[in-house]
């Protein structure tokens, strides 16, 4: 299974990113997705999910009103528009490849398949 992430950048406070990940060697289709990031000093947190049907999603409370994740069964892939960004949206930002149920997973130790990670840095 390969995950590709792409989309990062440098952009200033208040901008938009729209971060993609390209998902090869599963059936995309049937497996829920999410998106974390880790900043430096800091642990890996969620920051978005989504069910494998795209009917249900999740976002941590500190990206709420601001990021919409969604996917493209038929592209094989998932995005995280990021808008309104903030300094403290810095940080690396993986996609993952979550369980294949129907629900939404939330938890790091659910997803078993992880991108390489893309640099989200925004300046104040």
């Known amino acids: 299974v390969q995950l590709q992430a792409s989309g990062g950048g440098l952009v200033q406070a208040g901008g938009s990113l729209r971060l993609s990940c390209a998902v090869s060697?599963?059936?995309?289709?049937?497996?829920?997705m999410g998106w974390f990031r880790q900043a430096p000093g800091k642990e890996c947190e969620i920051v978005a999910a989504v069910s494998r049907s795209g009917r249900s999603t999740y976002y941590a409370d500190s990206v709420k009103g601001r990021f919409i994740i969604s996917r493209d069964n038929a592209k094989n892939t998932v995005y995280l528009q990021m808008n309104s960004l903030k300094p403290e949206d810095t940080a690396v930002y993986y996609c993952?490849?979550?369980?294949?149920?129907?629900?939404?997973?939330?938890?790091?130790?659910?997803?078993?398949?992880w991108g390489q990670g893309t640099q989200v840095t925004v300046s104040s």
């Open positions: 993952a490849l979550g369980p294949s149920y129907s629900g939404i997973a939330t938890m790091e130790l659910e997803y078993d398949y």
């Open positions: 060697g599963h059936t995309f289709s049937f497996y829920a």
